[in-house]
């Protein structure tokens, strides 16, 4: 508890996008380019004492877990459990939530964005999102799907740039090849695991440094699974990526660390069990509760 | 020694398998009955808008003609030959008008309410269902009392009225077609440093397009065929094609009326004409709405 108090100060991460120079699409010419930027790394997450509110219902409390840069961090729990909840708190959209209230910080490189003062326009721009059902902007075409957030957050590019950071984008959600000849055509005219993929991509496009996903695979057949589970094991030299899953076997396939969330009974408040390196989990957890989730005795 | 035979004991699983088997043929007549039932309302439906639209144009069409869509009516409505002209040029600038005030008011209001809420928005909500329970000749003596007795009738104060009428339509249908937006759309859109504000004029309106236009479409035919707010407000004028909107003006509905009551034959022949007019304009102005509402990919670029 004797920890400063850190400083919001939401200049700082606009200095932060600012800095990033358009070379990251340098290279082009070279037909393959690595998902991974280099020289680029995620930002340190750090989660404190958290609790999350739904007007007066508590809905998940004292969660604390440190996320580093370039690992990926997995959320598993049984349903109602509130890994989406501690989720949705790391980029401010529980607070968009009508009856969202939280207590407790939210650390990105240093900087508490739940604090006030924070404006959660700037900080959803440093951390990207991806859905559990695939949601491309249904009135947009595949190509200013991607563009959007730059289009419409004003981000500063010219649209020059757009063809580049399209085709960039795209490449490293793996899906260039499949859609390079019809980037004119709906969004929504695309397959679930090329719509979850195009959502990727939209979410690249604004070069977050931290990307979280809520169930990205759960609406999505075995192959377009493997292909995300892929892509985030490519994305996570260059982002921190913290996914919730149902899957047991995704989260022990795509993560560096898991972290375990239960809740004891209907209506009551979820809580952090355990944390730590995903093998360590899933072979030897420390607590009763962890073992007989993944093993299937509850839940 | 004779064989008996015996029936064997009809067993739990074939009676659940068997079950469906022995109401299938109620289960026809029923599904017949059914789709014969619903195949008969709709042709009653159809039939009875057919009927309308059918009889106005066998009648309004004999005096329908190039001078009635060019000239004014005569001096003495017992005069048979002249037009609606003045009429069809009040309806559309009146309408036009009253549109240009309702749908930005009314689309502001239902962004209001579906995607701010709070209390201002709860009122708004309470006020529009009020408003759309109002009389129309109430919302013309309404704008009477305040606007005609200071300014003196005119074409904006009918526009007035008829924004009036519009507006709680527009609100309300707006408002459904907002809710019908998925929240992940939203969702997508600010998890991308997008503003509110541009979420909603950048995703969520767009995407409702095509219901609030349609929504607009049925506001607008209902302010074409108003009556009751324009006797108090706009007048009509039958002298001349007047465009200027503050000065007293006709309308189609109001020459419509204004001619059905006279008993003159020749005037209620073109009233008939002039009510076929009525239904081809809200027709045209509906069928290019929804053709300019077809969905279209903004360009790359």
């Known amino acids: 508890m004797t920890t400063p108090e850190p400083t919001n100060v939401p200049v700082k991460i606009r200095t932060v996008v600012t800095e990033r120079a358009p070379s990251d699409i340098s290279g082009l010419e070279n037909e393959t380019i690595d998902a991974a930027l280099p020289g680029r790394t995620g930002s340190r997450v750090e989660i404190r004492d958290l609790s999350a509110f739904y007007g007066s219902h508590l809905a998940v409390t004292g969660v604390n877990l440190i996320v580093e840069p370039t690992e990926v961090t997995a959320l598993i729990g049984p349903s109602g459990c509130g890994k989406s909840t501690v989720l949705r708190c790391v980029n401010g959209m529980h607070l968009n939530t009508p009856t969202g209230r939280v207590q407790g910080q939210v650390l990105i490189d240093d900087i508490n964005i739940l604090g006030k003062g924070v404006d959660p326009v700037l900080v959803r721009r440093n951390v990207g999102m991806v859905f559990q059902r695939p949601n491309p902007f249904p009135t947009m075409s595949i190509y200013d799907n991607v563009v959007a957030g730059l289009r419409l957050g004003r981000r500063g590019r010219r649209t020059s740039e757009y063809d580049d950071i399209v085709e960039v984008s795209l490449t490293r959600a793996g899906l260039w090849p499949e859609v390079k000849d019809r980037l004119k055509a709906a969004g929504s005219s695309l397959s679930g695991g090329q719509q979850q993929r195009l959502c990727i991509a939209r979410a690249l496009a604004v070069e977050p440094r931290v990307l979280l996903m809520d169930e990205p695979c759960s609406a999505l057949d075995p192959i377009s699974t493997l292909v995300i589970e892929d892509l985030i094991a490519e994305l996570k030299a260059s982002y921190t990526i913290i996914i919730v899953t149902h899957n047991m076997q995704q989260a022990a396939r795509v993560s560096d660390t898991t972290a375990f969330l239960t809740v004891p009974g209907l209506g009551q408040a979820g809580a952090l069990v355990e944390i730590g390196p995903t093998s360590r989990i899933f072979s030897n957890p420390n607590e009763k509760a962890t073992e007989d989730y993944i093993t299937g005795k509850v839940g | ?301």
């Open chain 2, 1 to 301: 020694m004779t064989d008996t035979i015996v029936a064997a004991p009809i067993t739990r699983r074939q009676q659940i398998v068997q079950a469906p088997i022995r109401h299938r043929g109620r289960r026809r007549v029923v599904d017949a009955t059914m789709t014969g039932i619903l195949a008969a309302v709709m042709i009653a439906c159809v039939a009875v808008l057919l009927w309308v639209l059918g009889y106005v144009a066998s009648i309004g069409l004999q005096f329908l003609g190039p001078e009635f869509l060019t000239q004014t009516p005569p001096g003495n409505p017992a005069d048979a030959g002249g037009g609606f002209v003045n009429g069809i040029i009040g309806s559309v600038e009146i309408v036009g008008i009253a549109t240009a005030i309702a749908v930005p008011l009314g689309m502001s209001a239902a962004v209001l309410i579906v995607e701010y809420g709070g209390r201002l928005a709860r009122w708004v909500s309470f006020l529009t269902d009020v408003l759309v329970g109002v009389p129309t000749i109430v919302t013309g003596a309404f704008v009477y009392a305040i606007w005609v007795t200071q300014f003196g009738f005119s074409g904006l104060a009918g526009a007035v009225a008829l924004a009036l009428v519009m507006l709680p339509l527009v609100i309300r249908s707006t408002a459904e077609m907002l809710r019908l937006v998925p929240a992940e759309l939203r969702e997508a859109s600010l998890a991308l440093g997008v503003t509110k504000a541009r979420t909603i004029t950048s995703i969520v309106l767009p995407t409702a397009r095509t219901g609030v236009i349609t929504g607009v479409m049925l506001a607008v035919a209902r302010a074409m065929g108003e009556t009751a707010p324009l006797l108090l407000t706009a007048l009509g004028n039958d002298l001349f094609t007047e465009v200027n909107p503050t000065h007293r003006m006709s309308t189609l509905s109001l020459q419509i009326f204004g001619s059905a009551i006279t008993g003159y034959k020749a005037a209620q022949a073109r009233a008939w004409a002039g009510a076929l007019t009525l239904i081809a304009i809200v027709l045209i102005a509906t069928i290019v709405a929804r053709l300019a509402s077809r969905r279209t990919f903004t360009s790359g670029r």
